[in-house]
Protein backbone atom coordinates (compact mmCIF):
# COMPACT_ATOMS: atom_id res chain seq x y z
CA UNK A 1 0.00 0.00 0.00
CA UNK A 2 1.36 3.43 -1.20
CA UNK A 3 2.11 6.19 1.40
CA UNK A 4 -1.07 8.46 0.20
CA UNK A 5 -3.02 5.62 0.15
CA UNK A 6 -2.29 4.74 4.22
CA UNK A 7 -2.71 8.60 4.80
CA UNK A 8 -6.20 8.65 3.15
CA UNK A 9 -6.97 5.66 5.20
CA UNK A 10 -5.92 7.36 8.17
CA UNK A 11 -8.28 10.77 7.52
CA UNK A 12 -10.71 8.13 6.99
CA UNK A 13 -10.44 6.83 10.02
CA UNK A 14 -11.04 10.23 11.93
CA UNK A 15 -14.95 10.29 10.40
CA UNK A 16 -15.00 6.61 11.69
CA UNK A 17 -13.98 7.53 15.27
CA UNK A 18 -16.37 10.39 14.96
CA UNK A 19 -19.46 8.34 14.11
CA UNK A 20 -18.96 5.07 16.38
CA UNK A 21 -19.12 7.87 18.95
CA UNK A 22 -22.47 9.43 18.25
CA UNK A 23 -23.92 5.71 17.37
CA UNK A 24 -22.68 3.40 20.19
CA UNK A 25 -24.09 6.61 22.91
CA UNK A 26 -27.95 5.51 21.13
CA UNK A 27 -27.73 1.72 22.67
CA UNK A 28 -26.08 3.37 26.34
CA UNK A 29 -28.94 5.73 26.52
CA UNK A 30 -31.32 3.60 28.71
CA UNK A 31 -28.72 2.54 31.05
CA UNK A 32 -27.55 5.84 31.29
CA UNK A 33 -30.37 7.37 32.05
CA UNK A 34 -31.79 4.89 34.68
CA UNK A 35 -27.83 5.32 36.33
CA UNK A 36 -28.12 8.92 36.40
CA UNK A 37 -31.90 9.30 37.03
CA UNK A 38 -31.90 11.45 33.89
CA UNK A 39 -35.39 12.70 32.48
CA UNK A 40 -36.72 12.39 28.54
CA UNK A 41 -35.37 15.44 27.33
CA UNK A 42 -32.07 15.77 29.62
CA UNK A 43 -31.67 12.48 27.58
CA UNK A 44 -32.44 13.95 24.34
CA UNK A 45 -29.60 16.90 25.17
CA UNK A 46 -26.87 13.99 26.47
CA UNK A 47 -27.77 12.11 23.15
CA UNK A 48 -27.81 14.89 20.52
CA UNK A 49 -24.76 17.45 22.10
CA UNK A 50 -22.16 15.88 20.15
CA UNK A 51 -23.83 15.72 16.97
CA UNK A 52 -24.79 19.22 17.75
CA UNK A 53 -21.61 21.03 18.63
CA UNK A 54 -20.03 19.13 15.30
CA UNK A 55 -22.39 20.73 13.45
CA UNK A 56 -22.27 24.11 14.87
CA UNK A 57 -18.60 24.62 15.00
CA UNK A 58 -17.52 22.32 11.76
CA UNK A 59 -17.22 25.27 9.71
CA UNK A 60 -14.83 26.58 11.53
CA UNK A 61 -12.99 23.86 11.63
CA UNK A 62 -12.92 23.48 7.89
CA UNK A 63 -11.64 27.16 7.89
CA UNK A 64 -8.62 26.41 10.48
CA UNK A 65 -7.96 23.74 7.88
CA UNK A 66 -7.53 25.94 5.01
CA UNK A 67 -6.22 28.58 7.17
CA UNK A 68 -2.85 26.42 8.77
CA UNK A 69 -1.00 23.31 8.09
CA UNK A 70 -4.08 20.10 8.01
CA UNK A 71 -1.58 17.91 10.39
CA UNK A 72 -1.72 20.47 13.08
CA UNK A 73 -4.72 21.83 13.36
CA UNK A 74 -5.98 17.40 13.39
CA UNK A 75 -3.57 16.63 16.10
CA UNK A 76 -4.60 19.04 18.25
CA UNK A 77 -8.24 18.73 17.48
CA UNK A 78 -8.00 15.05 18.11
CA UNK A 79 -5.83 15.93 21.61
CA UNK A 80 -8.85 17.88 23.11
CA UNK A 81 -11.26 14.57 21.50
CA UNK A 82 -9.68 12.40 23.43
CA UNK A 83 -9.47 14.47 26.95
CA UNK A 84 -13.44 15.00 26.53
CA UNK A 85 -14.15 11.25 26.19
CA UNK A 86 -12.24 10.46 28.92
CA UNK A 87 -14.11 13.15 31.03
CA UNK A 88 -17.22 11.48 29.94
CA UNK A 89 -16.36 8.42 31.47
CA UNK A 90 -15.93 9.96 34.83
CA UNK A 91 -18.63 12.13 34.92
CA UNK A 92 -20.76 12.29 37.63
CA UNK A 93 -24.71 13.63 36.41
CA UNK A 94 -26.09 14.55 33.25
CA UNK A 95 -25.13 18.05 33.55
CA UNK A 96 -21.26 17.01 33.34
CA UNK A 97 -21.74 14.48 30.68
CA UNK A 98 -23.59 16.88 28.15
CA UNK A 99 -20.96 19.00 29.25
CA UNK A 100 -18.02 16.47 28.16
CA UNK A 101 -20.17 15.70 25.36
CA UNK A 102 -19.84 18.81 24.17
CA UNK A 103 -15.59 19.16 25.01
CA UNK A 104 -15.26 16.26 22.65
CA UNK A 105 -17.64 17.56 19.89
CA UNK A 106 -15.28 20.59 19.65
CA UNK A 107 -11.75 18.90 18.83
CA UNK A 108 -13.87 16.77 16.89
CA UNK A 109 -15.20 19.78 14.56
CA UNK A 110 -11.91 19.19 12.94
CA UNK A 111 -11.89 15.86 12.23
CA UNK A 112 -14.03 15.40 9.44
CA UNK A 113 -14.01 18.41 7.32
CA UNK A 114 -9.92 18.52 7.23
CA UNK A 115 -9.40 15.19 6.82
CA UNK A 116 -12.02 15.25 3.37
CA UNK A 117 -9.50 18.53 2.72
CA UNK A 118 -6.18 16.57 3.08
CA UNK A 119 -7.94 13.48 0.91
CA UNK A 120 -8.43 16.61 -1.65
CA UNK A 121 -4.90 17.72 -1.61
CA UNK A 122 -4.02 13.64 -1.39
CA UNK A 123 -5.09 12.60 -4.33
CA UNK A 124 -3.29 13.00 -7.99
CA UNK A 125 -6.67 12.25 -10.42
CA UNK A 126 -10.14 12.48 -10.15
CA UNK A 127 -10.42 8.32 -10.14
CA UNK A 128 -8.25 8.32 -7.33
CA UNK A 129 -10.58 10.81 -5.27
CA UNK A 130 -13.09 8.60 -6.01
CA UNK A 131 -11.42 6.02 -4.39
CA UNK A 132 -11.00 8.44 -1.53
CA UNK A 133 -14.37 9.04 -0.94
CA UNK A 134 -15.45 5.35 -1.01
CA UNK A 135 -13.31 4.74 1.39
CA UNK A 136 -14.54 7.81 3.49
CA UNK A 137 -17.94 6.63 2.51
CA UNK A 138 -16.91 2.89 4.10
CA UNK A 139 -15.89 4.80 6.80
CA UNK A 140 -18.78 6.78 7.87
CA UNK A 141 -20.93 3.54 7.36
CA UNK A 142 -19.31 1.19 9.37
CA UNK A 143 -18.79 3.87 12.39
CA UNK A 144 -22.77 4.53 11.76
CA UNK A 145 -23.81 1.10 11.40
CA UNK A 146 -21.24 -0.82 13.89
CA UNK A 147 -21.66 2.11 16.90
CA UNK A 148 -24.76 0.33 17.98
CA UNK A 149 -22.77 -3.25 18.25
CA UNK A 150 -19.76 -1.75 20.58
CA UNK A 151 -22.25 0.34 22.70
CA UNK A 152 -24.65 -2.19 23.31
CA UNK A 153 -21.59 -4.79 23.80
CA UNK A 154 -19.75 -2.37 26.37
CA UNK A 155 -22.48 -1.23 27.87
CA UNK A 156 -23.81 -4.95 29.13
CA UNK A 157 -20.51 -5.88 29.94
CA UNK A 158 -18.69 -3.56 31.57
CA UNK A 159 -21.34 -0.47 32.43
CA UNK A 160 -22.04 2.50 30.07
CA UNK A 161 -18.36 4.53 30.92
CA UNK A 162 -16.34 1.67 29.36
CA UNK A 163 -17.72 2.90 26.32
CA UNK A 164 -16.46 6.40 27.17
CA UNK A 165 -13.14 4.75 28.17
CA UNK A 166 -12.95 2.81 24.81
CA UNK A 167 -13.70 5.82 22.67
CA UNK A 168 -10.49 7.66 24.70
CA UNK A 169 -8.23 4.69 23.66
CA UNK A 170 -9.24 4.98 20.08
CA UNK A 171 -8.71 8.74 19.60
CA UNK A 172 -5.09 7.61 20.91
CA UNK A 173 -4.64 4.91 18.45
CA UNK A 174 -5.46 7.37 15.80
CA UNK A 175 -3.34 9.98 17.37
CA UNK A 176 -0.20 7.35 16.67
CA UNK A 177 -1.48 6.64 12.99
CA UNK A 178 -2.03 10.52 12.40
CA UNK A 179 1.82 11.05 13.30
CA UNK A 180 3.02 8.57 11.75
CA UNK A 181 1.08 8.76 8.18
CA UNK A 182 0.33 11.83 7.17
CA UNK A 183 2.28 13.99 5.36
CA UNK A 184 2.36 17.88 6.25
CA UNK A 185 -0.24 19.33 4.49
CA UNK A 186 0.85 23.35 4.69
CA UNK A 187 -2.32 25.78 3.83
CA UNK A 188 -2.93 26.28 0.20
CA UNK A 189 -4.26 30.17 0.83
CA UNK A 190 -4.45 33.06 3.45
CA UNK A 191 -8.19 33.64 3.51
CA UNK A 192 -9.29 35.47 7.05
CA UNK A 193 -11.70 33.57 9.06
CA UNK A 194 -14.97 35.24 9.60
CA UNK A 195 -15.77 34.29 13.41
CA UNK A 196 -19.13 36.61 13.36
CA UNK A 197 -20.40 34.38 10.42
CA UNK A 198 -19.37 31.37 12.26
CA UNK A 199 -21.02 32.71 14.73
CA UNK A 200 -24.37 33.20 13.50
CA UNK A 201 -23.99 29.46 12.01
CA UNK A 202 -23.65 28.10 15.04
CA UNK A 203 -26.73 30.23 17.39
CA UNK A 204 -29.52 29.06 14.16
CA UNK A 205 -28.37 25.46 14.40
CA UNK A 206 -28.03 25.15 18.42
CA UNK A 207 -31.56 26.49 18.87
CA UNK A 208 -33.23 24.68 16.32
CA UNK A 209 -32.29 21.75 17.85
CA UNK A 210 -32.72 23.03 21.34
CA UNK A 211 -36.37 23.84 19.99
CA UNK A 212 -36.79 20.60 18.89
CA UNK A 213 -35.77 18.99 21.87
CA UNK A 214 -37.46 21.44 24.41
CA UNK A 215 -40.69 22.40 22.53
CA UNK A 216 -42.83 19.21 24.43
CA UNK A 217 -41.26 19.82 27.83
CA UNK A 218 -41.91 21.42 30.61
CA UNK A 219 -39.60 24.30 30.31
CA UNK A 220 -41.53 27.76 30.34
CA UNK A 221 -43.40 28.89 27.31
CA UNK A 222 -40.94 32.21 27.06
CA UNK A 223 -37.83 30.05 26.82
CA UNK A 224 -39.49 27.91 23.69
CA UNK A 225 -40.24 31.12 22.28
CA UNK A 226 -36.70 32.30 22.53
CA UNK A 227 -35.20 28.99 20.87
CA UNK A 228 -37.72 29.83 18.09
CA UNK A 229 -37.23 33.68 17.43
CA UNK A 230 -33.30 32.93 17.54
CA UNK A 231 -33.11 29.76 15.22
CA UNK A 232 -35.24 32.03 12.54
CA UNK A 233 -33.33 35.21 13.45
CA UNK A 234 -29.99 33.66 13.55
CA UNK A 235 -30.27 31.75 10.17
CA UNK A 236 -31.66 35.12 8.12
CA UNK A 237 -28.91 37.36 9.93
CA UNK A 238 -26.32 34.65 8.60
CA UNK A 239 -27.50 34.42 5.34
CA UNK A 240 -27.72 38.19 5.04
CA UNK A 241 -24.24 38.79 6.30
CA UNK A 242 -22.49 35.99 4.70
CA UNK A 243 -23.92 37.91 1.29
CA UNK A 244 -21.78 41.09 2.66
CA UNK A 245 -19.16 40.51 4.85
CA UNK A 246 -15.52 39.90 3.15
CA UNK A 247 -15.09 36.76 5.39
CA UNK A 248 -17.94 34.57 4.13
CA UNK A 249 -18.45 31.04 5.86
CA UNK A 250 -19.20 30.16 2.04
CA UNK A 251 -17.21 31.33 -0.83
CA UNK A 252 -18.28 33.63 -3.14
CA UNK A 253 -17.54 31.29 -5.87
CA UNK A 254 -19.90 28.56 -4.83
CA UNK A 255 -22.35 30.34 -2.83
CA UNK A 256 -24.70 30.24 -6.05
CA UNK A 257 -23.40 26.66 -6.94
CA UNK A 258 -26.07 24.08 -7.21
CA UNK A 259 -23.68 21.09 -7.48
CA UNK A 260 -22.78 22.52 -3.64
CA UNK A 261 -25.85 23.11 -2.16
CA UNK A 262 -28.27 20.28 -3.12
CA UNK A 263 -25.61 17.27 -1.71
CA UNK A 264 -26.13 19.17 1.32
CA UNK A 265 -29.36 19.41 1.18
CA UNK A 266 -29.85 15.62 0.47
CA UNK A 267 -27.69 14.89 3.25
CA UNK A 268 -29.72 16.36 6.31
CA UNK A 269 -32.46 14.22 5.62
CA UNK A 270 -30.50 11.05 5.23
CA UNK A 271 -28.70 10.94 8.40
CA UNK A 272 -31.95 12.62 9.85
CA UNK A 273 -33.26 9.13 9.12
CA UNK A 274 -30.38 7.30 10.27
CA UNK A 275 -30.29 9.19 13.58
CA UNK A 276 -33.98 8.91 14.41
CA UNK A 277 -34.35 4.79 13.38
CA UNK A 278 -31.14 4.23 15.78
CA UNK A 279 -31.89 6.48 18.51
CA UNK A 280 -36.28 5.29 18.13
CA UNK A 281 -35.08 1.45 17.64
CA UNK A 282 -32.52 1.30 20.42
CA UNK A 283 -35.54 2.73 22.76
CA UNK A 284 -38.15 0.21 21.36
CA UNK A 285 -35.80 -2.87 21.28
CA UNK A 286 -34.71 -2.57 24.85
CA UNK A 287 -37.82 -0.95 26.70
CA UNK A 288 -40.79 -2.44 24.99
CA UNK A 289 -39.21 -5.79 23.72
CA UNK A 290 -36.56 -6.37 26.66
CA UNK A 291 -33.85 -6.70 24.42
CA UNK A 292 -30.34 -6.38 26.39
CA UNK A 293 -28.05 -3.70 25.39
CA UNK A 294 -25.19 -6.44 23.61
CA UNK A 295 -28.13 -8.23 21.72
CA UNK A 296 -29.60 -4.90 20.41
CA UNK A 297 -26.47 -3.80 19.04
CA UNK A 298 -25.82 -7.20 17.67
CA UNK A 299 -28.98 -7.10 16.03
CA UNK A 300 -27.38 -3.36 14.38
CA UNK A 301 -24.60 -5.73 12.97
CA UNK A 302 -26.52 -6.36 9.85
CA UNK A 303 -26.74 -2.43 9.17
CA UNK A 304 -23.43 -2.23 9.13
CA UNK A 305 -22.42 -4.82 7.19
CA UNK A 306 -24.68 -3.47 4.53
CA UNK A 307 -23.97 -0.12 4.82
CA UNK A 308 -20.02 -1.12 4.15
CA UNK A 309 -21.18 -2.67 1.05
CA UNK A 310 -23.32 -0.04 -0.37
CA UNK A 311 -20.26 2.78 0.34
CA UNK A 312 -18.17 0.46 -1.99
CA UNK A 313 -20.60 -0.02 -4.45
CA UNK A 314 -21.58 3.80 -4.78
CA UNK A 315 -17.72 4.34 -4.69
CA UNK A 316 -17.60 1.93 -7.91
CA UNK A 317 -21.11 2.97 -9.11
CA UNK A 318 -20.65 6.77 -9.05
CA UNK A 319 -18.72 7.50 -12.58
CA UNK A 320 -20.69 4.97 -14.28
CA UNK A 321 -24.22 5.40 -12.48
CA UNK A 322 -24.10 8.88 -11.53
CA UNK A 323 -25.02 10.40 -8.46
CA UNK A 324 -28.59 11.00 -9.19
CA UNK A 325 -29.24 7.33 -9.81
CA UNK A 326 -27.43 6.15 -6.91
CA UNK A 327 -28.97 8.54 -4.41
CA UNK A 328 -32.58 7.56 -5.80
CA UNK A 329 -31.37 4.41 -5.21
CA UNK A 330 -30.32 5.32 -1.58
CA UNK A 331 -34.03 6.77 -0.88
CA UNK A 332 -35.71 4.16 -1.90
CA UNK A 333 -33.62 1.38 0.16
CA UNK A 334 -34.42 4.09 3.33
CA UNK A 335 -38.03 4.03 2.47
CA UNK A 336 -38.37 0.41 2.08
CA UNK A 337 -36.01 -0.67 4.88
CA UNK A 338 -38.11 1.41 7.52
CA UNK A 339 -41.38 0.26 6.14
CA UNK A 340 -40.03 -3.27 7.14
CA UNK A 341 -39.04 -2.41 10.41
CA UNK A 342 -42.26 -0.59 10.86
CA UNK A 343 -44.52 -3.54 10.19
CA UNK A 344 -42.28 -6.05 12.24
CA UNK A 345 -43.07 -3.72 15.56
CA UNK A 346 -46.70 -5.29 16.06
CA UNK A 347 -45.80 -8.97 15.23
CA UNK A 348 -44.33 -11.80 17.82
CA UNK A 349 -41.24 -11.41 19.89
CA UNK A 350 -38.67 -13.05 17.71
CA UNK A 351 -41.24 -11.99 14.28
CA UNK A 352 -40.59 -8.64 15.20
CA UNK A 353 -36.58 -9.15 15.98
CA UNK A 354 -36.04 -10.38 12.59
CA UNK A 355 -38.29 -8.16 10.67
CA UNK A 356 -36.53 -4.73 12.43
CA UNK A 357 -33.22 -6.38 11.75
CA UNK A 358 -33.87 -6.91 7.89
CA UNK A 359 -35.41 -3.38 8.14
CA UNK A 360 -32.25 -1.55 9.51
CA UNK A 361 -29.82 -3.62 7.25
CA UNK A 362 -31.96 -2.08 4.14
CA UNK A 363 -31.80 1.35 5.72
CA UNK A 364 -27.98 0.58 5.91
CA UNK A 365 -28.30 0.30 2.15
CA UNK A 366 -29.72 3.53 1.85
CA UNK A 367 -27.60 5.37 3.94
CA UNK A 368 -23.99 3.64 2.88
CA UNK A 369 -24.93 4.22 -1.00
CA UNK A 370 -25.87 7.96 -0.10
CA UNK A 371 -22.91 9.23 1.17
CA UNK A 372 -20.70 8.85 -1.64
CA UNK A 373 -22.36 11.17 -3.85
CA UNK A 374 -22.74 13.44 -1.08
CA UNK A 375 -18.85 13.87 -0.48
CA UNK A 376 -17.76 13.61 -4.04
CA UNK A 377 -20.40 16.47 -5.05
CA UNK A 378 -19.94 19.00 -2.55
CA UNK A 379 -15.79 18.39 -2.64
CA UNK A 380 -15.64 18.49 -6.26
CA UNK A 381 -17.74 21.96 -6.36
CA UNK A 382 -15.40 23.70 -4.03
CA UNK A 383 -11.40 25.01 -5.66
CA UNK A 384 -8.41 23.22 -3.71
CA UNK A 385 -7.45 26.17 -1.66
CA UNK A 386 -10.77 25.91 -0.01
CA UNK A 387 -11.52 22.05 0.09
CA UNK A 388 -11.75 22.23 3.59
CA UNK A 389 -15.28 24.12 3.11
CA UNK A 390 -16.25 21.64 1.00
CA UNK A 391 -15.20 19.23 4.07
CA UNK A 392 -16.85 21.28 6.23
CA UNK A 393 -20.43 21.98 4.66
CA UNK A 394 -20.68 18.17 4.03
CA UNK A 395 -20.21 17.16 7.86
CA UNK A 396 -21.97 20.03 9.11
CA UNK A 397 -24.94 18.63 7.09
CA UNK A 398 -24.27 15.09 8.06
CA UNK A 399 -24.28 16.19 11.62
CA UNK A 400 -27.12 18.84 11.92
CA UNK A 401 -29.23 15.59 10.17
CA UNK A 402 -28.33 13.45 13.00
CA UNK A 403 -28.81 16.05 16.21
CA UNK A 404 -32.32 16.27 14.52
CA UNK A 405 -33.09 13.22 13.69
CA UNK A 406 -32.23 12.50 17.56
CA UNK A 407 -34.13 15.44 18.73
CA UNK A 408 -37.35 14.83 16.26
CA UNK A 409 -37.35 11.15 17.51
CA UNK A 410 -37.38 11.87 21.15
CA UNK A 411 -40.44 14.46 19.96
CA UNK A 412 -42.11 12.47 18.44
CA UNK A 413 -42.30 9.49 20.86
CA UNK A 414 -43.33 12.12 23.44
CA UNK A 415 -45.98 13.51 22.04
CA UNK A 416 -47.37 10.05 20.23
CA UNK A 417 -46.84 8.64 24.14
CA UNK A 418 -49.44 11.36 25.15
CA UNK A 419 -52.16 10.86 22.95
CA UNK A 420 -55.00 8.70 23.00
CA UNK A 421 -53.04 5.81 20.60
CA UNK A 422 -49.51 5.30 22.64
CA UNK A 423 -49.59 1.92 21.53
CA UNK A 424 -48.58 3.43 18.01
CA UNK A 425 -46.26 6.29 19.23
CA UNK A 426 -43.64 4.60 17.84
CA UNK A 427 -45.08 4.44 14.33
CA UNK A 428 -45.11 8.26 14.55
CA UNK A 429 -40.92 8.53 13.76
CA UNK A 430 -41.09 5.69 11.02
CA UNK A 431 -43.56 7.60 8.92
CA UNK A 432 -41.10 10.29 9.69
CA UNK A 433 -38.37 8.35 8.37
CA UNK A 434 -40.14 7.77 5.01
CA UNK A 435 -40.80 11.65 5.10
CA UNK A 436 -36.93 11.65 4.85
CA UNK A 437 -36.62 9.22 1.93
CA UNK A 438 -39.17 10.79 -0.07
CA UNK A 439 -37.26 14.41 0.23
CA UNK A 440 -33.68 13.03 -0.47
CA UNK A 441 -35.44 11.77 -3.89
CA UNK A 442 -37.11 14.66 -4.68
CA UNK A 443 -33.87 16.60 -4.23
CA UNK A 444 -31.91 13.94 -5.72
CA UNK A 445 -33.81 13.84 -8.77
CA UNK A 446 -31.98 17.47 -9.63
CA UNK A 447 -28.74 16.33 -9.54
CA UNK A 448 -26.39 16.00 -12.46
CA UNK A 449 -26.82 13.05 -14.53
CA UNK A 450 -23.27 12.27 -14.36
CA UNK A 451 -20.71 13.83 -12.06
CA UNK A 452 -18.38 17.01 -13.64
CA UNK A 453 -14.81 15.90 -13.14
CA UNK A 454 -12.76 18.24 -10.25
CA UNK A 455 -9.59 19.97 -10.68
CA UNK A 456 -8.10 17.84 -8.20
CA UNK A 457 -5.05 19.53 -6.29
CA UNK A 458 -1.60 17.67 -7.08
CA UNK A 459 0.61 15.96 -4.33
CA UNK A 460 3.17 19.07 -4.35
CA UNK A 461 0.39 22.02 -3.56
Same mark, same amino acid.
Given at each position: ?43 ? *? ?63 ? $? ?59 ? %? ?21 ? %? ?42 ? *? ?51 ? $? ?28 ? *? ?15 ? $? ?97 ? %? ?24
Amino acid at each position: MNSARKAAMTCALGTLTINLNITALSLAVPSIRQDLGLSTTAMA *WVASSYALILAALVMLGGSLGDRFNKKTVLTAGLIIYTLGSAWGAVSPNGVVLTLSRIAAAVGAA $VLVPVGLAAMRQIAKSPAELATYMATWAVAVGAGQALGPALGGILTALAGWRALFWAMTGL %GLVFLVLLTRYLPQLPTTQSRPI %GLGSQALVALWMITLTGFLIEVNSGASVWLKLALLVSFVGGLAL *WLWWDRRTAKPVIPAQVRRSAAFWLPLAVSVPNMAALGMSLFVGSLYLQDHLA $VSPALTGLLFVPMALTTGLAGSWSGRSLLH *WGPRRVTLAAAGATVLG $VILAGAAGGQPRLAALIGITVGAAVIGLGFGSANTPINYLVVSAVPPAAAGVGGSAASASRQLGQAIGISLGALLISLGQASHHSNLAYLWPVAAVIAC %GGLMAALASTYPGQPTLPEVATSDE
